[in-house]
T-cell receptor, first 114, second 116 residues
Framework: NAGVTQTPKFQVLKTGQSMTLQCAQDMNHNSMYWYRQDPGMGLRLIYYSASEGTTDKGEVPNGYNVSRLNKREFSLRLESAAPSQTSVYFC?????FGGGYGYTFGSGTRLTVV | TQLLEQSPQFLSIQEGENLTVYCNSSSVFSSLQWYRQEPGEGPVLLVTVVTGGEVKKLKRLTFQFGDARKDSSLHITAAQPGDTGLYLCAGRYSNAGGTSYGKLTFGQGTILTVHP
C-alpha cells in the first residue's frame, strides 16, 4: 500500500542546475498533479495530467516542465533552477478529474536552490 | 484566479477546548474537501462535501457546507494534542453553467496547535 512515492526527499541545487523530480502511484489513478507549498501560500498547482497522454499548465507553471511517462509516473523537471523555486513539492493523484474525487499525496520533496 | 480564504491562519488552544476553522470564497464550489497535514508529510483527505447544507461528522470533527456552496467550516470538539497539524480546505469551482473546472484550489491553511 505505497500510494504515491516521490523521489528524492531532499535536494540542494545551485542556481542554474537542472533536475527531475520523480513521482509514481500504484493505485491505477487516472489523474496526477504537481503542487508546490510555500509558507502562507497554501498549495499552488504547477502542472497536471487529467489522464494518461495529456498535460496542462496550472497556476504557476513558469520554469517547470512535466512528462506523463505512463499511467503510473509523472515527472517534474526544473531546467535551470532559481532561488525562487526553493519550496516543498508535492505530487498527488486521483481516480478521476473533477466531481468529488479526493487526492492522494506523496510525502514531498524539499528543494533548496542556492 | 479564484481565491479561497481560510481563517484563522493560526490557532493555539488547550486540550479539551472547541474550535472552528472557516473556509470562504466569493464563487460557488461544485465540491469542497478538507485535508490534514502533519509536518514532513503530504496532506491527507478528511472529508468531501458536495451538497449545499451538507453536514458530515468524523468522530470529534464536524464539517459543514454552506447552503449557497460558497463556504465551509470545520468544527473540532474537545481538541486533543493529536489534532495538531495544518488543516487545508480545497474546492472545485463551478462556472455559471455549473460545470466543474476539475482542479482543486487550496486555501492557505490553518495551523492548529493543541497544548496538553
Amino acid at each position: 500500500n505505497a500510494g504515491v512515492t516521490q523521489t528524492p526527499k531532499f535536494q540542494v541545487l545551485k542556481t542554474g542546475q537542472s533536475m527531475t523530480l520523480q513521482c509514481a502511484q500504484d493505485m491505477n489513478h487516472n489523474s496526477m498533479y504537481w503542487y508546490r507549498q510555500d509558507p502562507g501560500m497554501g498549495l499552488r498547482l504547477i502542472y497536471y495530467s487529467a489522464s494518461e497522454g495529456t498535460t496542462d499548465k496550472g497556476e504557476v507553471p513558469n520554469g517547470y516542465n512535466v512528462s506523463r511517462l505512463n499511467k503510473r509516473e509523472f515527472s517534474l523537471r526544473l531546467e535551470s533552477a532559481a532561488p525562487s523555486q526553493t519550496s516543498v513539492y508535492f505530487c498527488a493523484s486521483s481516480d478521476g478529474f473533477g466531481g468529488g474525487y479526493g487526492y492522494t499525496f506523496g510525502s514531498g520533496t524539499r528543494l533548496t536552490v542556492v | 484566479t479564484q481565491l479561497l480564504e481560510q481563517s484563522p491562519q493560526f490557532l493555539s488552544i488547550q486540550e479539551g477546548e472547541n474550535l472552528t476553522v472557516y473556509c470562504n470564497s466569493s464563487s460557488v464550489f461544485s465540491s469542497l474537501q478538507w485535508y490534514r497535514q502533519e509536518p514532513g508529510e503530504g496532506p491527507v483527505l478528511l472529508v468531501t462535501v458536495v451538497t449545499g447544507g451538507e453536514v458530515k461528522k468524523l468522530k470529534r470533527l464536524t464539517f459543514q457546507f454552506g447552503d449557497a456552496r460558497k463556504d465551509s467550516s470545520l468544527h473540532i470538539t474537545a481538541a486533543q494534542p493529536g489534532d495538531t497539524g495544518l488543516y487545508l480546505c480545497a474546492g472545485r469551482y463551478s462556472n455559471a453553467g455549473g460545470t466543474s473546472y476539475g482542479k482543486l484550489t487550496f486555501g492557505q491553511g490553518t495551523i492548529l496547535t493543541v497544548h496538553p
